[in-house]
């Protein structure tokens, strides 16, 4: 069990739009978690008034796309095990994506309480999910559920598996359905397949109709020495429209290969392993079969064995922009085809050293303009005790014909002390320059002894210079919570 207490304090623009209101809420909550072991391959969870207050706070990033963001799962409760639940709809694109289970719009909604059961029945990998959320402001209390099997077939790397998703209002139900495998053919090939489909709002389909339906076909030969391929088909209906899940864009099919041929040298030689590729992509909508997007290029990495990596890379790009979309204040790409060059190169240096960083520059043509990107990921052990964790990106855009152009900063700094087993403390500050904000998180976790943990929490949101209007009184703060927790855990 848990109890937690707390004060968030939020700064809203008037009605008049001349100055910032504040908007204050003390609360004081109590929840239940419970894990048991049904047999020794499976588990029950069960939460009530779910509590993720000593969550990290989500990455900061700067989108330069027509799509929504990837942002992944931090919170405890749904990263265990997740991987049962896991459906590829390719990259990070997902049938089921827990972040749609008490956050919108990346704020937090109540988790009135939910049940899990992860594990293996004989010879079949299982998942059972169901969460109910409560509701906040103007969203309705909503129901999530998922159904995951997932079976080994004729060998140790080949699998079929099947899926279910619900997601039920008061006023809408929506349901997704799927099926999957993974075949190993012969030596390194696999043939993977995906099928799924979905349901309107009034949980009503046609089973026979492809424009709710999603479809991936894909071949795939994995090795890192000598010719590797990576071949897929992939359609998403123009009524794919997965309630649950995760889909940047839907109406479009495309096609997507990957060639590539690599070296091991040996003993002998500081190189680990080295190869060259080819990759070819391209979407196009199926509404009047226009690009949607395309991208290809070659490209060479190179491993040592003291663990230095490195990649270069050359692009082609063609993008469909069907309705003109905006980047930042007064920048935006207008509706048109555009076809342009870029390049990327990357470096990390070996992992396993006291400091290490990862460093990545992109430049080139970008729509009808021009982009140049640097980002560098230092992290730093002082000590088995104290750890710093850096990002750093920049990008410059210009539109010269339009005379647009805009930098964009985001800056990320992790700081993680640990003075023993019993007391820890962790810092995340961020800015965005393109939100005009800056974000801080900081958690103190003390555990005086087994199965008992304090947590301080202190979020805060921050505006920096531009986010006001002209003629609007400013504040010093967007958003400020503090939260003190305490967790008791104990074995029955």
């Not at 588990?43 to 990455?59: G, I, P, S, Y």
């Not at 990346?106 to 293996?120: D, K, N, S, W, Y």
């Not at 997007?293 to 070659?298: A, R, S, V």
Request: net charge negative.
């Amino acid at each position: 069990p848990y109890v937690i207490a707390g004060n968030d304090a939020e700064w809203n623009l008037n009605n008049g739009e001349t100055g910032f209101d504040k908007e204050t809420d003390n609360m004081l909550n109590a929840g239940l978690d419970v894990k048991y072991s049904l047999t020794s391959n499976l588990t029950l969870d069960l939460t009530v008034n779910t509590d993720f207050a000593q969550v990290e706070a989500d990455d900061e990033k700067v989108n330069l796309t027509r799509y929504s963001l990837f942002y992944p799962e931090k919170r405890m409760f749904f990263q265990e095990r997740s991987s049962i639940f896991s459906f590829s709809l390719g990259g990070a694109e997902q049938l089921f994506y827990s972040r749609r289970i008490g956050l919108s719009d990346e704020e937090p909604v109540p988790i009135l309480g939910g049940a899990r059961l992860t594990g293996r029945i004989g010879k079949l990998d299982m998942g059972l999910m169901n969460m109910q959320t409560g509701k906040k402001d103007d969203l309705v209390s909503e129901n999530f559920g998922v159904l995951r099997f997932r079976r080994q077939v004729f060998n140790a790397n080949s699998y079929v598996g099947a899926i279910l998703t619900s997601r039920i209002g008061p006023d809408a139900n929506s349901y997704s359905y799927g099926a999957d495998g993974i075949f190993r053919v012969f030596g390194d090939d696999y043939l993977k397949l995906n099928v799924a489909q979905t349901t309107d709002i009034d949980g009503q389909n046609f089973t026979t109709s492809k424009d709710a339906s999603f479809l991936s076909i894909n071949w795939e030969r994995r090795t890192q020495k000598g010719f590797a391929y990576d071949v897929s088909y992939t359609f998403l209906g123009e009524d794919f429209d997965p309630q649950m899940g995760f889909v940047r864009r839907t109406g479009v099919q495309g096609v997507m290969t990957r060639f590539q041929h690599g070296w091991i040298p040996g003993s002998e030689s500081k190189l680990f392993n080295y190869n060259v590729s080819f990759f070819y992509a391209q979407s196009n909508r199926l509404e009047n079969n226009g690009l949607e997007m395309k991208f290809y290029g070659p490209g060479i990495s190179i491993r040592t064995k003291t663990g230095w990596n490195g990649r270069l890379g050359f692009s082609w790009y063609g993008q469909g922009v069907y309705e003109e979309f905006s980047l930042a204040d007064d920048v935006f790409v207008p509706e048109g085809e555009y076809h342009y060059v870029g390049t990327r190169i990357s470096m990390s240096t070996p992992f396993s050293k006291p400091v290490s960083s990862e460093f990545r520059i992109e430049a080139g043509e970008f729509y009808d303009g021009n982009n140049f990107t640097v980002t560098a990921e230092p992290k730093i052990n002082l000590s088995a005790s104290l750890q710093f964790t850096g990002y750093y990106n920049f990008n410059h855009v210009v539109f010269s014909s339009r005379n647009q152009e805009f930098n964009a900063h985001v800056g990320r700094l992790k700081v993680l002390y640990m003075y023993n087993t019993k007391f820890s403390a962790s810092t995340y500050v961020q800015f965005n320059s393109v939100d005009k904000m800056a974000v801080s998180n900081f958690r103190l976790r003390y555990n005086p002894k087994e199965g008992n943990d304090f947590y301080l929490v202190y979020n805060e949101i921050r505006p920096t210079s531009g986010y006001f209007s002209e003629g609007v009184d400013k504040t010093n703060f967007l958003n400020r919570i503090i939260q003190l927790k305490y967790v008791h855990a104990f074995r029955l």
